[in-house]
């Protein structure tokens, strides 16, 4: 029996990881996993100051919490306890929770193996931000997107206007940076390229031409 595909897309916040994991993944025909749904979903369950409460409370919030995964691309459902994980954790309040929650080396470590898990019973593309370095160092396929903080602000921007959300751009821009800097300097599996990931700068791309540039990274 041939063992899963594993393809890995990392990148900082508002870079299109989400978009282009989910189409890469129909493309490919395989499960799409959203690892930064499970952070939040963690941290929604938490709740607020979780992070702040010491490691024997978050390591004990783990326990006997178990992800599903199931689906194609787009139509992927990853579950919490049963549960699908839905629109509620996508809230800039909740993804600061995940990025706070993220630094807890009992929570990485917990999430760590469910994402491995599910990663041994299916193969999927898997999204986040250490998926490559950390979670799937073995990944045939690894990819890192980026952008700039003040393109990725004005990708959100647009995004929460088409929703009909309250946005503010200058706001968006101070979230997103802040959120950068937890991530990249964090002591525990900081944001950076696997080093044999390929990286796409997307500040100028079409998502067409991101997509194709995945493709061809993939099938090449």
């Not at 931000?129 to 004005?154: C, H, N, Q, Y």
């Not at 500040?203 to 061809?216: K, W």
Request: with cysteine; charged share 25%.
């Amino acid at each position: 029996m041939s063992s899963p595909l594993i393809v890995t897309i990392d990148g900082p916040a508002g870079v299109g990881k989400s978009t282009m994991a989910k189409r890469l993944a129909r493309a490919l025909s395989i499960p799409y996993l959203d690892t930064g749904a499970m952070f939040r979903s963690l941290a929604r369950r938490l709740g607020e100051d979780a992070w702040t409460r010491g490691e024997a409370y978050l390591e004990a919030g783990l326990t006997g919490v178990r992800f599903s995964l199931s689906g194609i691309g787009e139509a992927s459902v990853l579950s919490l306890d049963g549960v699908a994980i839905g629109d509620e954790i996508r809230t800039e309040q909740v993804g600061m929770w995940a990025s706070n929650i993220a630094t807890s080396p009992a929570v990485r470590a917990g999430l760590k193996a469910a994402q491995q898990a599910l990663g041994r019973e299916c193969s999927l593309v898997a999204e986040g931000r250490d998926m490559g370095t950390v979670v799937f160092p073995e990944a045939s396929r690894k990819f890192f997107l980026d952008a700039t903080a003040d393109e990725r602000a004005r990708r959100r921007f647009l995004q929460l206007q088409e929703l009909g959300k309250p946005a503010d751009l200058d706001e968006l821009r101070e979230q997103i940076a802040a959120r950068d800097h937890q991530d990249r300097n964090r002591a525990v599996a900081p944001l950076k390229p696997a080093d044999d990931a390929v990286i796409i700068d997307t500040t100028s791309l079409s998502l067409d031409e991101v997509f194709q540039a995945l493709v061809r990274g993939v099938r090449g």
